[in-house]
């Protein structure tokens, strides 16, 4: 491979490429080559060889974690272990051992109203809110539908699978009760009306079913519960009811004695009935656990309903009757509770959410034995927990499921797929000392299924940065989740206090901590925080517990065109050398105790204050450096919308819509700060007009409500960033702000013009950079190179206002000039009109004088453009390999042992993969929100331009690594997920995968290294995807297995008394009750039987190889079998009706051998 001639030939390219000025290859480079790859002529594209083919690409959804959104309903399987929970959107989750986890969803998105296990048959039924059952085979690692019946006249209400039963009993609205054929999924031609069951002088009608369960005692007998307070005992064999019983308050659910005997009811005064099959005109005990006791002997007052209750026996205690709700109503502040009543304790468990369902988990399946009740699940509708009941206090089990995920709402996400391999332990050794004390010691017991460790092996770590600012990292290997360590960021503000008079400096009231943008470098383990309450915290990493005050810096800026000929604030620096070492700093910090009083215009104040005090700091994430933006001259600084830090260089970047500042956290000084115009000096591309003087109050973006009535525009905002948004607003990737409304003409621009400071600019409606942040002004410098390029068609005239948001930025060894022989530290600056600004960086020569020498931040004069707003960089070296940032290796800060040797910086300049000759040049990748461009530096000629969208603009877009090479990865506003080639941007995916529905997706959507990406699914969880095709083919090894082969129990052995005197000695078949030889064919017009899609199909995701071959074999003998049956039935039938034909034939004969013709 020539590198000399590659140089040259792009250097001879310069003067004839159509882009061959400064920003070579900008609006000219789009559109010469219009919607594809471009290469400039004669561009040897021979040199690089790109590996990636389409091939290589493939999108499918792993594994969800978290909690079920809006929960509706639970299930469990006591032989399987594995639990069953049902949602609002018509998701179920199926739950096992750690690891076992999967995800199912019915199509039609209904509610999922009951579930109910094939105990220790692998498979379930759902009943759904559009009045459809579903059997899922839960014998294959993605669960698939086997059949549905859609009931059309009526409404499902309950339904009761008896244990070891193939006939399944739905009961309706209407008070009907169905017996459906698990088999196949046919209904039978046997009901239970209502009108039969009930009896004949009752007049009113009994209301729909809300329980079902055959006798323990009997199978022949079915115990039918109706709302109205109306229990009917049912014999199924005669059609007939055995008694009823009537209470005049509601029922809500019905529990039995395992001897068959008694039954317990819940109503909706709060009171409990119990039953005796023996005298049915009355219930034997009535309570109201927490009714108050009237003095005058009456009865106790009611109370709320009783919605659900559970009466379990025990061989060698009390019975356990088990309750939810039923609280008195004079405690309204109560939160809602499980009440567990043994024996004459009364124990009551109260939670943090609703109480959605709760089981109990006996060691028996069988429901006539002692049921030795061990555990309750209790699904809340935030929170899932297992209240272990063989301890007298009754503690919860700790959950290994990551379940908490929304503990606090998350408002950001990061994902680091192959990192290093010593984070995980690392993280997970000083996150286990915060663990909680006081569960149960006993092991998990939702504990079935099967899971192994599956061929991926690399480390993954995913980063949730949450509403109340705090920051948790997942440990995410194997499609697993597992929580490692947890970081509070607000621990370093004072807490506000609430009910202060005075007018307090915050700009969100609600959540002002919240995490905007999180930033961290793995290799040297710095992390930083943007929150919305625009400060950015730097935090190194520390094993050792430390007592120190945090350094704070505050940085007041402001900027608007016709503020620069203002007279220049007076310095007032908070560190007293920093005037000194930063003689082109015109403003830096204000003093840190100006106070804004009541009724005066807030200045020179951050939204939160820093604590002043010296501060604990556990080991772990250690905060270094607050860096805090100010109130000026009555308006709110404005939200972090970009964010880079380097270890290597020791600084921290951030910059939002009115400009940019660096900041050096080793010093702990601010080295430059000034508006996105001053950046650009004499070679700023646009024509800006001066803004009008100040008319109304400047509102943080993001935060408040707006609207724009001269423009007829509205700008909706959420008060925090944790609120979702609905699809049809415009999305923007560098905030949480979402604008909808009509395009702007020309003439509407002069109106724009006249806004207040207060009111946002606004791109075109399907653009997404524009937001509304001020950052405070310095210094204007003399800058190098004039940009004299026309603007770029795709920007609306509205753009012109001077708000000009950063909204990427990059540390980088580079090219800062045209005219650089070797690379040097630079920041790439993007910003939301599409421009790329290169500063350089001149940092101390040797590493004794980094700590004393100031850094030298300096524009280069560089300016790029691109289509839309700049979202991601990244360099290639000339063989076309990544090259990563430069950082420093990790060393504890506050490790005691380190010599001097030792505490001397670890560089590691360029990445270890590439080469250790870097070349005589670099290819710079810049992917803004429209397009993507490959330049050749430092010649700075555009080799490839790519117009990613004309109608859409990007989400997200990240350069990641997948089988050893690299690639373009971009998430687009109209559900397209893309991967484009490097350097020459070739087309590899073009999928339409995931609607943007709100705001959630398009804030938490990330990609990362080897094929990985996530999103929020719902608030609560967590979805996880690959577009790789080798994941994709491996997936099936890695996910775990719901149904392992294991041996039903045997009943016990009840003794020959009990089997003579107790129960019925009547064997009960319901085929030959329910089969339609009997019962003939129900009407087809009642319910419409759907075949699935869990056969073949299923199947063929099922398992590889063998093994699949035989289970295709088996279904398709099944189905040979199943049409041999069908067709011997028919034979059958034939010589049957043959046969009789024959004997009508003779019978005819005999009448009339004998008759003469006219006899007839």
């Known amino acids: 491979m020539k590198k000399f001639n590659f140089r040259k030939v792009l250097d001879g390219l310069t003067a004839s490429s159509p882009g061959g000025s400064a920003g070579g290859g900008g609006a000219g480079g789009g559109s010469a080559h219009p919607g594809g790859t471009a290469g400039a002529a004669g561009t040897p594209r021979e040199e690089i060889q790109e590996t990636l083919t389409s091939d290589y690409f493939q999108i499918c959804k792993t594994v969800r974690h978290g909690f079920p959104y809006l929960p509706t309903a639970l299930a469990f399987d006591p032989v399987q272990k594995i639990l069953a929970i049902g949602t609002r959107t018509g998701a179920i989750r199926i739950l096992g051992r750690p690891g076992v986890d999967c995800y199912c969803q019915h199509e039609s998105g209904a509610a999922v109203l009951q579930l109910q296990f094939l105990i220790n048959e692998g498979a379930l039924v759902s009943a759904c809110a559009d009045d459809t059952l579903h059997l899922w085979n839960l014998r294959q690692k993605r669960p698939a539908i086997l059949h549905s019946l859609k009931f059309n006249r009526e409404r499902i209400t309950y339904c009761h699978l008896p244990f070891q039963s193939k006939w399944l009993y739905v009961g309706t609205e209407r008070g009907n009760t169905h017996i459906v054929n698990i088999e196949s999924f046919i209904l039978s031609g046997y009901v239970i009306m209502w009108n039969k069951a009930i009896e004949l002088s009752t007049k009113t009608h009994p209301g729909p079913v809300v329980h079902l369960s055959d006798s323990p005692r009997d199978e022949g007998k079915l115990l039918i519960g109706y709302e109205n307070g109306t229990v009917v005992f049912w014999d199924l064999r005669s059609k007939r009811a055995d008694l009823r019983a009537y209470y005049d308050e509601a029922i809500h659910s019905v529990a039995w004695h395992h001897e068959g005997k008694q039954f317990m009811c819940s109503h909706s005064d709060g009171s409990l009935t119990l039953w005796n099959l023996k005298s049915p005109n009355r219930p034997f005990q009535t309570t109201i656990p927490h009714g108050k006791i009237q003095r005058d002997g009456k009865k106790p007052e009611s109370c709320k309903p009783i919605l659900k209750v559970e009466y379990k026996t025990c061989k060698n205690s009390e019975p356990f009757v088990i309750f939810s709700g039923g609280l008195s109503y004079d405690k309204a502040c109560r939160r809602p509770s499980l009440t567990i009543m043994h024996g004459k304790a009364i124990t009551v468990l109260e939670m943090d959410h609703p109480i959605v369902d709760f089981l109990t988990l006996c060691e028996t399946p069988y429901p006539n034995e002692f049921q030795e009740p061990y555990a309750v699940v209790v699904l809340l509708e935030k929170d899932l927990i297992v209240v272990d009941l063989t301890q007298s206090n009754f503690p919860i089990f700790e959950n290994p499921y990551p379940i908490d995920i929304h503990e606090s709402p998350v408002t950001c996400t990061e994902y680091f797929a192959d990192c290093p391999p010593d984070l995980i332990p690392v993280l997970y050794s000083v996150g286990a000392k915060h663990k909680k004390q006081g569960y149960s010691n006993k092991e998990w017991p939702i504990s079935g299924g099967a899971w192994n460790l599956g061929a991926q092996t690399y480390p993954e770590i995913i980063i949730t940065g949450h509403a109340d600012g705090s920051v948790k990292f997942w440990d995410a290997s194997a499609i697993t989740l597992q929580m490692l360590y947890k970081l509070k960021t607000s621990k370093v503000f004072e807490k506000q206090k609430s009910g202060e008079g005075k007018a307090t400096a915050e700009i969100v009231e609600e959540d002002p901590f919240a995490v905007q943008m999180m930033y961290w470098c793995p290799e040297s383990r710095i992390f930083c925080v943007a929150g919305v309450s625009a400060y950015v915290v730097v935090y190194r990493f520390s094993k050792h517990e430390v007592n120190t005050e945090i350094a704070s810096l505050e940085v007041r800026l402001q900027y608007e065109v016709e503020d620069i000929i203002t007279p220049e604030p007076e310095i007032i620096p908070q560190f007293p050398d920093a005037s000194s070492q930063l003689p082109s700093l015109k403003s830096l910090s204000g003093s840190t105790n100006t106070v804004a009083c009541e009724g005066m215009m807030k200045d020179s104040i951050p939204c939160l204050s820093v604590k002043t005090r010296p501060v604990r700091m556990p080991p772990g994430y250690q905060a270094d450096l607050v860096i805090q933006l100010v109130w000026v001259d009555g308006e709110p600084p404005q939200q972090i919308t970009s964010l880079a830090v380097n270890s290597a260089y020791g600084l921290v970047a951030f910059g939002n819509c009115n400009g940019l500042a660096v900041v050096d956290f080793m010093q702990k000084t601010v080295l430059l700060s000034m508006g996105t115009l001053e950046l650009y000096g004499s070679s700023d591309p646009y024509q800006r007009q001066p803004r009008s003087p100040r008319k109304s109050k400047q509102f943080a973006a993001g935060l408040t409500e707006l609207s724009d009535s001269p423009v007829s525009l509205e700008l909706e905002r959420c008060k925090s960033p944790t609120s979702d948004h609905v699809n049809g607003h415009c999305t923007s990737p560098t905030s949480q702000s979402c604008s909808s409304g009509k395009r702007l003409s020309s003439a509407d621009v002069s109106k724009a013009n006249r806004r207040g400071p207060g009111r946002p600019p606004f791109r075109k409606a399907q653009s997404a950079a524009c937001m509304e942040i001020s950052l405070p002004v310095t210094t204007e410098e003399n800058r190098e190179n004039s940009f004299s390029r026309s603007r770029s068609s795709s920007v609306s005239s509205i753009d012109r206002d001077s708000k000009e948001s950063i909204t990427a930025l990059y540390f980088m060894e580079s090219f800062a000039r045209k005219n650089d022989s070797a690379v040097s530290p630079c920041l790439w600056v993007g910003t939301g009109l599409g421009m790329v600004l290169i500063l350089s960086l001149n940092l101390p020569a040797s590493d004794d004088l980094r700590q004393s020498e100031p850094v030298m931040v300096s524009p280069s004069g560089t300016v790029l453009t691109l289509k839309g707003a700049v979202l991601t960089f990244a360099c290639l070296d000339c063989t076309g390999t990544l ?140 979805q996880r995807l690959t577009y790789s095709q080798e994941m994709c083919d491996n997936l099936q090894d890695m996910l775990g297995d719901l149904f392992t082969p294991v041996e039903t129990p045997e009943a016990q052995n009840r003794g020959f008394l009990k089997g003579l005197f107790g129960g019925s000695g009547q064997a009960f078949d319901r085929e030959e009750l329910f089969g339609e030889a009997t019962a003939g064919k129900a009407s087809r017009s009642l319910a419409q039987h759907i075949p699935g899609s869990g056969g073949i199909e299923g199947v063929r995701g099922a398992a590889g190889g063998v093994i699949g071959d035989l289970t295709r074999a088996r279904i398709a003998l099944d189905e040979r079998g199943q049409k041999l049956g069908e067709l011997d039935e028919r034979t059958a039938s034939m010589m049957a009706s043959a046969e009789a034909f024959s004997k009508h034939a003779h019978e005819v004969m005999l009448k009339y051998k004998d008759k003469k013709w006219y006899q007839f």
Not at 890 to 909: C, F, I, N, Q, Y
């Open 883 to 1022: 090259i990563h940032p430069p950082y420093e290796v990790w060393r504890d800060p506050h490790s005691a042992d380190d010599g001097e040797k030792t505490r001397k910086r670890k560089l590691v300049m360029h990445s270890p993969s590439s080469s250790q000759d870097m070349g005589d040049h670099q290819f710079a990748v810049i992917c803004s929100e429209k397009q993507a461009k490959v330049f050749s530096l430092p010649s700075q000629t555009c080799l490839y331009v790519h117009n990613i969208t004309e109608t859409s603009f990007l989400l997200q877009a990240d350069v990641v690594t997948l089988c050893n090479s690299v690639c373009l990865a971009c998430f687009c506003a109209n559900g397209h997920i893309m991967t484009l080639s490097l350097p020459s941007l070739r087309p590899l995916l073009d999928i339409n995968y995931l609607p943007v529905t709100d705001m959630r997706i398009a804030r938490t959507f990330c990609f990362s290294n080897e094929g990985q990406a996530l999103y929020l699914s719902s608030p609560t969880e967590i």
